[in-house]
């Protein structure tokens, strides 16, 4: 069946659309087949994943002839709760072109409504490369008024991936140049190999970091070696440069299988686990929002997420499991 279906399309990533029906596999586990209603199954339960609505299934007969340039991969057994984004556009080194920003934000999109996701993990399946960037070769077709708007969505979606309410990882195994390190500095936390390459290098295209590049570099690095980094836009960073800067969170050296930065976001995933699944979601909402305003307005927003925390049956697990000195059982609720 598995050979059926990717003859009928083609190559790509490990999961590839026909006509409304999805071949899913994961660690081994058996093949799973998505009915033609777009309502996608969780691995392992009966939970829908509900971006594939009917709507989406409506949708998918305009899209069945174009390839699979971004998947989904949900983990289960220990790793419940983890959730790997794939970028797959191998021919292009994960261009950032029509196509791959159209089925990311889709993508992102389904995930930003889906309480069971408690970890997002943004990897590649491309050897060599997180991602290259702007796709040169469709912005040099747009005219002007066509490469504002597509700009103007690219910053939208990267906004969209800072958006998302769950903790979520870049792990860059590979070069992350331009638009693809825009990509990994909208994710809250990043993981880099030693070998990965990464740099804002619009100001050697005559172009400036435009999809939130010019704004979370400063917020991440500081605002003199921000400067630096941009106006000498030639310069990459490897991944130990990177981790004394500030701007990964933690840097490996690359194993035989071009994935030492992944398992190390993998590795970060599973310590964030086992934490109150709210107050991870809450205690992100507070930092992002707070660190924007003055100091004042930031602890009442501290005072607000705080709130929203206290009702929950997981702060009355954690108080519970403390007492009894053992392991908390959080559930989401």
Same mark, same amino acid.
């Given at each position: 069946m598995?050979?059926l279906?990717r003859? !009928? ?7 590839s659309?026909?006509? =409304?029906?999805?071949l899913r596999?994961?660690h ?18 009966d939970r829908p994943?509900?971006a594939?609505?009917?709507a989406? /299934?409506?949708?998918?007969h305009?899209e069945?002839?174009?390839?699979v ?7 289960d057994g220990?790793?419940?709760g983890?959730?790997?984004v794939?970028?797959?556009r191998?021919?292009?080194r ?6 791959f ?7 992102v999109s389904t995930?930003?409504?889906?309480s069971?996701?408690?970890v997002?993990v943004?990897r590649s399946l491309v &050897?060599?490369v997180f991602?290259?960037?702007?796709d $040169? ?7 002007n ?28 195994d590979?070069v992350?140049?331009?638009g693809g390190l825009e ?7 990043r993981?880099a190999?030693? /070998?990965a ?6 100001t050697?295209r =005559? $172009?400036?970091?435009?999809a939130?590049? /010019?704004?979370?570099? &400063?917020?991440m690095?500081?605002i ?9 836009? =030639?310069?990459?960073?490897? =991944?130990?440069t ?19 930065a992944?398992?190390e976001?993998? /590795?970060?995933?599973?310590?964030? !686990?086992?934490q ?5 979601r ?5 930092m ?19 709130a929203r925390?206290? &009702? ?6 954690g ?14 609720e």
């Amino acid at each position: 069946m598995t050979t059926l279906l990717r003859r !009928l399309v083609g190559p790509g990533c490990p999961s590839s659309r026909w006509l =409304g029906v999805i071949l899913r596999e994961s660690h081994g586990r058996a093949v799973h087949l998505i009915p033609r209603d777009g309502a996608r199954l969780l691995a392992g339960g009966d939970r829908p994943l509900t971006a594939y609505s009917r709507a989406h /299934s409506r949708r998918q007969h305009t899209e069945a002839a174009k390839p699979v340039e971004v998947d989904v991969k949900r983990l289960d057994g220990e790793d419940d709760g983890v959730v790997e984004v794939l970028m797959c556009r191998h021919k292009a080194r994960n261009a950032l072109g029509h196509v791959f920003v159209s089925q990311m934000r889709e993508l992102v999109s389904t995930l930003s409504s889906d309480s069971a996701v408690r970890v997002v993990v943004f990897r590649s399946l491309v &050897p060599g490369v997180f991602c290259a960037g702007a796709d $040169l070769k469709e912005r040099a077709l747009m005219n002007n008024t066509e490469s504002d708007l597509f700009v103007h969505g690219l910053r939208s979606l990267m906004t969209q991936i800072a958006s998302l309410p769950m903790p979520t990882i870049a792990a860059m195994d590979g070069v992350a140049l331009g638009g693809g390190l825009e990509l990994a500095l909208a994710c809250d936390l990043r993981t880099a190999a030693y /070998s990965a390459q990464m740099g804002l290098i619009e100001t050697t295209r =005559g $172009l400036l970091p435009g999809a939130g590049g /010019s704004q979370r570099l &400063p917020r991440m690095v500081g605002i003199t070696l921000a400067k630096e980094l941009i106006f000498t836009g =030639g310069r990459r960073v490897g =991944g130990h440069t990177a981790l004394e800067m500030g701007l990964v969170n933690r840097a490996v050296e690359q194993n035989q299988t071009g994935d030492a930065a992944y398992r190390e976001a993998l /590795s970060l995933a599973r310590e964030i !686990l086992p934490q109150g699944p709210i107050a991870v979601r809450m205690a992100k909402e507070a930092m992002n929002r707070g660190v924007e305003v003055d100091i004042g307005s930031a602890m009442a927003i501290e005072r607000m997420c705080y709130a929203r925390v206290i &009702p929950t049956r997981d702060r009355q697990e954690g108080m519970a499991a403390f007492i009894e000195k053992r392991p908390p059982r959080y559930i989401g609720e």
